[in-house]
């Protein structure tokens, strides 16, 4: 069936580096990934997306990759700060009109 | 000042007792969402609406029901036939529209606890 994971549930990284958030997806069929961020007690906040078509996409400090032949998404956050500790999520577009399908979730805790 | 708004930001619902969640958005987004929260967990689909007067139930609709009378709003009435109620409830919306992108905005949530 269609679902959309993450490898790490928690990852924990020193300010300053650079961090790396895996998902995977199972329908090869998906077109449409976004990456979210979520503070803790907030709604979830639309940090980047990126189309099947491509495989890298930059943003400000954020970088997606796709990799369709292994059906694995990453965001890669330049130079981590302790503002961007949060939950991330991706989401795929599923088959169905206009619906997103989120895996669980990875928590990032930037230390000092 | 543009956005989602979510009410009340929490929520006590005694048994057998039916709530509702208030959603409005004053984005002129199209279609509006649904999704409940458990901790640890990603987002699970409850409801959404496609266009006004129209909605369709997600993975998990039992024991909720949603109206969308208006483009603006979309409330969320939690029934007493739900009885694991306990969660972070997230209302979201996005452009109408067959589009390439399906970024949904959310608000800031409605938590609901049991008494």
């Known amino acids: 069936g269609e679902s959309v994971g993450l490898h790490l549930p928690t990852l924990s990284v020193q300010e300053g580096d650079n961090s790396i958030i895996n998902c995977a997806y199972s329908?090869?069929?998906?077109?449409?990934f976004i990456w979210y961020k979520q503070e803790s007690g907030k709604g979830p906040q639309f940090i980047i997306d990126?189309?099947?078509?491509?495989d890298k996409r930059q943003g400000q400090r954020v970088t997606v990759l796709l990799n369709k032949t292994v059906k694995h998404l990453s965001l890669q956050i330049a130079a981590t700060q302790p503002g961007d500790s949060a939950v991330y999520f991706c989401?795929?577009?599923?088959?169905?009109?206009?619906?997103?399908?989120f895996g669980a979730g990875t928590r990032l805790a930037v230390h000092p | 000042d543009g956005g989602i708004t979510q009410s009340p930001k929490y929520l006590f619902r005694k048994e057998g007792q039916n709530v509702t969640l208030s959603c409005e958005q004053n984005?002129?987004?199209?279609?509006m969402y649904w999704y409940r929260q458990d901790p640890g967990q990603g987002l699970r689909l409850i409801y959404y609406?496609?266009?006004?007067?129209?909605?369709q139930k997600g993975d998990i609709a039992e024991g909720y029901s949603v109206s969308r009378e208006k483009k603006e709003s979309f409330p969320l009435t939690v029934t007493s036939a739900q009885k694991n109620p306990t969660a972070f409830y997230l209302c979201?919306?996005?452009?109408?529209?067959?589009?390439?992108?399906?970024?949904?905005?959310f608000g800031a949530g409605t938590r609901l606890s049991v008494l």
């Open positions: 989401a795929e577009k599923s088959g169905g009109y206009n619906k997103l399908i």
């Open positions: 329908n090869s069929a998906s077109d449409y």
């Open positions: 984005l002129n987004h199209d279609a």
């Open positions: 990126i189309r099947s078509n491509m």
């Open positions: 609406s496609q266009i006004v007067n129209d909605f």
């Open positions: 979201a919306s996005m452009p109408g529209g067959n589009l390439a992108k399906n970024i949904q905005y």
